[in-house]
C-alpha cells in the first residue's frame, strides 16, 4: 500500500500542476484567475504579487514527493510518510487543481468547499504527520515539513479571501470593521497554533497574505484602518515567530524520530 501512495502523491501533484498552469496560460480560452479576483475584489483582496508565492510552494512540493517516494523501489522503514498521510495529499491535490477550474468558470461557491476541503485535508496531513509536535531530522523538516506548512498557511488565507470573494459575487459586501475583525481572529488563531502546536512556518505564509491584503489597501487608497490593521497583525506574527524561533528553534518537546511522526 505504501508504494500506492507514494505513486498516488507524486501522480496527485502531477495533476494539480498541469491543471494550474492550463488555467494560468490561458490554454482553455478561460478567464485568468486573476480577472474573476479583481472581478469580485473586496477588502480582504491581497495585491497580485502576492500570488508569486505559489512558486516556491510548488517547488517545494515538487521535492516533497519525491523524497517521499525515495524508497519508492526498495521500501525503507524509516520513511513512514506516505502510510501516515495515506489518502490525504492527493484529496488536498486534487482540490488544488479543481478550485483553479471552478474559480475561473465563477462557479465562486463551490470554489469555496473545494477550497476550505483542500485547507482542512492539509490541517489533517500536519496531525497525521505529527507536524510541530517533535523533533525531525533537518531533512525531514525541509522536504516534508516546510513545504506542507508553507503550502497550509497560504491555503489558509486564500480560504478567507475566497469567501469573502463568494459574498461579494452574492452582492453581500464585507464592511471594513468585518474585515478588521476577521484579520484580528485570524492573527488569535494563528498565534494560538504557533503555541500548541509549535506551527512557525505555516505563519510565514498568512504574514505575506496580510501584507499584501494591507499593501493592496494602500495602493487603491480604500481603507486606511484595514490597512493598518492588516500590517500591523502581520508584524505581530513576524515577532511571534521571531522570539518562537529563538526560544524554541527546532527542538520540540517530543521525544526524536528518524523521520515525522
Not at 496527485?12 to 484567475?33: H, K, R, S
Not at 504527520?129 to 517533535?134: A, H, K, M, P
Not at 474585515?179 to 494560538?192: D, K, M, N, S, Y
Request: proline share 4%; aromatic share 10%.
Amino acid at each position: 500500500m505504501k508504494r500506492t501512495w507514494q505513486l498516488g502523491n507524486v501522480l496527485a501533484l502531477l495533476f494539480a500542476l498541469v491543471a494550474n498552469f492550463l488555467t494560468g496560460a490561458q490554454i482553455l480560452d478561460l478567464p485568468a484567475i486573476g480577472e474573476i479576483s479583481d472581478k469580485y475584489a473586496t477588502y480582504l483582496t491581497p495585491a497580485g504579487y502576492a500570488f508569486s508565492i505559489w512558486t516556491p510552494i510548488y517547488l517545494l512540493l515538487i521535492v516533497f514527493v519525491v523524497y517521499q517516494a525515495r524508497d519508492l523501489r526498495d521500501p525503507r522503514d524509516d520513511n513512514d510518510v506516505p502510510q501516515l498521510l495515506g489518502p490525504l495529499f492527493i484529496v488536498a491535490s486534487i482540490c488544488n487543481g479543481l478550485w483553479t477550474y471552478v474559480f475561473v468558470k465563477e462557479w465562486v461557491g463551490l470554489s469555496v468547499a473545494v477550497l476550505l476541503t483542500l485547507t482542512a485535508t492539509l490541517y489533517a496531513a500536519l496531525w497525521r504527520l505529527g507536524v510541530g509536535t517533535t523533533r525531525p531530522s533537518t531533512k525531514d523538516f525541509l522536504m516534508v515539513w516546510l513545504p506542507l506548512m508553507l503550502y497550509t498557511g497560504w491555503v489558509t488565507a486564500a480560504s478567507i479571501v475566497n469567501i469573502a470573494t463568494y459574498l461579494d459575487s452574492q452582492d453581500v459586501t464585507v464592511s471594513p470593521l468585518a474585515t478588521i475583525v476577521v484579520i484580528a481572529v485570524l492573527t488569535a488563531a494563528l498565534l494560538a497554533l504557533l503555541l500548541k502546536r509549535n506551527l512557525r512556518e505555516l505563519l510565514f505564509s498568512c504574514v505575506w497574505a496580510l501584507g499584501a491584503i494591507g499593501l493592496r489597501q494602500i495602493q487603491l487608497s480604500q481603507s486606511t484602518s484595514v490597512a493598518v490593521v492588516a500590517l500591523v497583525c502581520a508584524g505581530i506574527l513576524v515577532l511571534a515567530m521571531l522570539f518562537h524561533g529563538i526560544a524554541r528553534g527546532l527542538s520540540y518537546d517530543a521525544p526524536h524520530r528518524g523521520a515525522p511522526a
